[in-house]
């Protein structure tokens, strides 16, 4: 998650301190060495992610050819919205630090109440995945959670639920099915008692109108009014993220190329399901 890349950077590296000095402990060493079991909680991983790909953000910032002045709209996958919004000028840095800490405990409390999980299941569209969350449910929490990309949308319930999902979702023609290494069933009524929490922290926090579009997770529309803003950031937790819907969003707004700002090419990986000829790029190639 951290490399060389972060090591070199002053800027990189006053900001994994401002946001330790905020958290309480180094992040930056958490990020280097871990151990796992700690930077795998839900608590931990949200913030370590959020600052990781703030990091990623400065370092493309710093490029001579960066194309940070041409951007024309942003969009993040869950948690990556806080990402966007602060890019975005809507949410400061430190801000942004303190809520997504706030969201990660809470979502982990919940998530320590209720085991869970999530399956990405491969090779069915949303109605048929729906269709078997329907069949499975029982009297437990199974529900469409991410609507990723064509043929990829992840479910996300009660421990039981999901095993019976995957049994299912073989019988249903899907190619194969993915449990995710989350601690919970995240995007599900299951993370209601984090709305709350998270409605409070970011109500503690100044949200300004984006200078430019974000797209929100909710329902792949961007919005300017800050109140809106809060309400979907906290809707977001049990709500779908509708990714597939925001990258198409972009598209028909005459988006003509995209970045993934963070380590790895998963969200690019993404995109060239949704659309093979729209060229990516990645901040840290």
């Not at 919005?223 to 597939?244: F, K, M, N, S, Y």
Request: aromatic content about 4%; glycine content about 8%; charged content about 20%.
């Amino acid at each position: 998650m951290l490399g060389s890349w972060a090591d070199a950077d002053p800027a990189c590296q006053d900001l994994y301190d401002r946001a330790s000095a905020i958290l309480g402990y180094d992040l930056a060493e958490v990020c280097r060495n871990g151990p796992a079991d700690k930077l795998n909680t839900t608590a931990v991983s949200q913030p370590a992610l959020l600052v990781t790909s703030l990091a990623a953000l400065t370092i493309l910032e710093g490029r001579a050819d960066s194309p940070l002045p041409h951007i024309r709209m942003a969009a993040g996958l869950s948690l990556g919205e806080y990402t966007a919004l602060v890019f975005a000028g809507s949410l400061e840095v430190d801000d942004a630090i303190r809520v997504v800490a706030e969201r990660g405990r809470a979502m982990q409390d919940c998530a320590e109440a209720t085991p869970g999980g999530m399956v990405a299941v491969l090779g069915l569209e949303r109605e048929a995945v729906a269709a078997v969350c329907d069949a499975c449910r029982g009297g437990d929490v199974l529900e469409v959670a991410n609507v990723l990309c064509p043929g990829n949308v992840v479910a996300s319930g009660d421990l039981a639920a999901c095993e019976r999902l995957e049994a299912a979702a073989a019988e249903a023609g899907a190619m194969r099915c993915v449990r995710l290494e989350v601690a919970g069933a995240f995007h599900t009524t299951r993370m209601q008692p984090a709305v709350e929490r998270l409605t409070a922290a970011l109500d503690a926090v100044e949200i300004r109108p984006p200078r430019l579009p974000v797209v929100s997770n909710v329902d792949a529309r961007p919005h300017d009014d800050p109140t809106e803003i809060r309400q979907l950031l906290a809707r977001q937790v049990c709500g779908v993220v509708e990714w597939q819907a925001s990258i198409e969003f972009m598209l028909a707004s005459g988006v003509d190329g995209c970045w993934e700002v963070g380590p790895g090419r998963v969200l690019r990986g993404l995109l060239k399901r949704i659309s093979r000829k729209l060229p990516s790029y990645g901040a840290l190639d």
